[in-house]
């Protein structure tokens, strides 16, 4: 974390503008693959708007940096399979928000119960161009 946090600073800095969501997909694959023989295990997924055109930006990386950038959906953490299937069923373009999380939600919460290694729920983030609307979901708690 100090160490994005301090490439993000440094990068704004030397800049002076705010940083676009591919740039920073970039900035944090060439942190994991720095780490490819010592890795962090994570799979972080970038999601955010273009600051100055506002076009929707969504990628995820596996746990050594390598980027898969996508114009509808990524998915990551332990039940990805399962949440592949339901996405590719559920997903349409150009979703009001509403319907988006909706889509979401359903998604998330049924991979969930067919992954044995999943639950709790989840945190589902819808960003727009005003507003990022943030909710909980409770899932299976066994």
Request: glycine content about 6%; proline content about 6%; some cysteine.
């Amino acid at each position: 974390h100090q160490r994005l946090q301090f490439r993000l600073n440094l990068y704004e800095l030397r800049e002076n503008r705010r940083i676009k969501p591919k740039t920073f997909l970039s900035m944090v694959s060439n942190l994991l693959y720095e780490r490819r023989f010592g890795p962090y295990f994570v799979e972080p997924v970038i999601a955010g708007l273009d600051p100055k055109t506002f076009e929707p930006f969504i990628a995820s990386m596996d746990l050594i940096g390598c980027p898969m950038v996508t114009d509808d959906f990524v998915v990551s953490g332990t039940c990805s399979e399962q949440m592949y299937g339901m996405c590719e069923s559920v997903w349409e373009p150009n979703m009001d928000p509403q319907e988006l999380f909706e889509s979401i939600s359903q998604a998330l919460l049924n991979a969930v119960d067919r992954d044995a290694v999943s639950g709790w729920g989840g945190i589902v983030h819808i960003i727009e161009k005003d507003q990022v609307t943030t909710t909980e979901l409770k899932g299976r708690m066994d």
